[in-house]
T-cell receptor
């Protein structure tokens, strides 16, 4: 199984709402990633978890809060977002972060609209 | 610092024609190079990767890429394009002390004419 799943596919939320994005993989990967992608742009790295510990935070605003409850699951908690946060949020996983960079397996993404 | 340039923002080819998408990278040591494809509204799918060894790399869906160190390039090719190849293509480079970070190019949009 080389699939990364993400729920929900689409999410519309107001600026005062709290919501969560979920990501799951069953490939035994120990590194998991959150990316933000605007239309016609490359993915921008937000967070990286390695062995359930936060390894990289690319200076993301605190209204985005990641969580890795176990090696298969990755959440992104959203609170008090701004309209400019509307984007496609992609989750990815890779074997781990040791040694050489490895290919990342991406989920289909969650299309987020902030109203 | 590592960087990736994809000089062509948009390319249009006829179905059945050959394709070459350009990628130039900047990196101080041996780079780890990737090509990903993204269909509209979807996640990214790895087409192929280069870490070391043979500089001509075969990937999925009939794609190949050639690593040329002297030109700092990793161009993607396909001998005969199918309509289903229409998508966004991203070249990426990884490496250095932080294995979690890959730098993506801005992407090339491929349109396929019938």
């Amino acid at each position: 199984d080389t699939e990364v799943t993400q729920t929900p596919k689409h999410l519309v939320m107001g600026m005062t709402n709290k919501k969560s994005l979920k990501c799951e993989q069953h490939m035994g990967h120990r590194a998991m990633y959150w990316y933000k992608q605007k239309a016609k742009k490359p993915p921008e790295l937000m967070f990286v978890y390695s062995y359930e510990k936060l390894s990289i935070n690319e200076s993301v605003p605190s209204r985005f809060s990641p969580e890795c409850p176990n090696s298969s699951l990755l959440n992104l908690h959203l609170h008090a977002l701004q309209p400019e946060d509307s984007a496609l949020y992609l989750c990815a996983s890779s074997q781990d972060l040791s040694g050489s960079p490895q290919e990342q397996y991406f989920g289909p993404g969650t299309r987020l609209t902030v109203t | 610092a590592q960087s990736v340039t994809q000089p062509d923002i948009h390319i249009t080819v006829s179905e059945g024609a050959s394709l070459e998408l350009r990628c130039n990278y900047s990196y101080g040591a041996t780079p780890y190079l990737f090509w990903y494809v993204q269909s509209p509204g979807q996640g990214l799918q790895l087409l192929l990767k280069y870490f070391s060894g043979d500089t001509l790399v075969q990937g999925i869906k009939g794609f190949e890429a050639e690593f040329k160190r002297s030109q700092s390039s990793f161009n993607l090719r396909k001998p005969s394009v199918h309509w289903s190849d229409a998508a966004e293509y991203f070249c990426a480079v990884g490496g250095g002390t932080n294995a979690g970070k890959s730098t993506f190019g801005d992407g090339t949009t491929l349109t396929v004419k019938p």
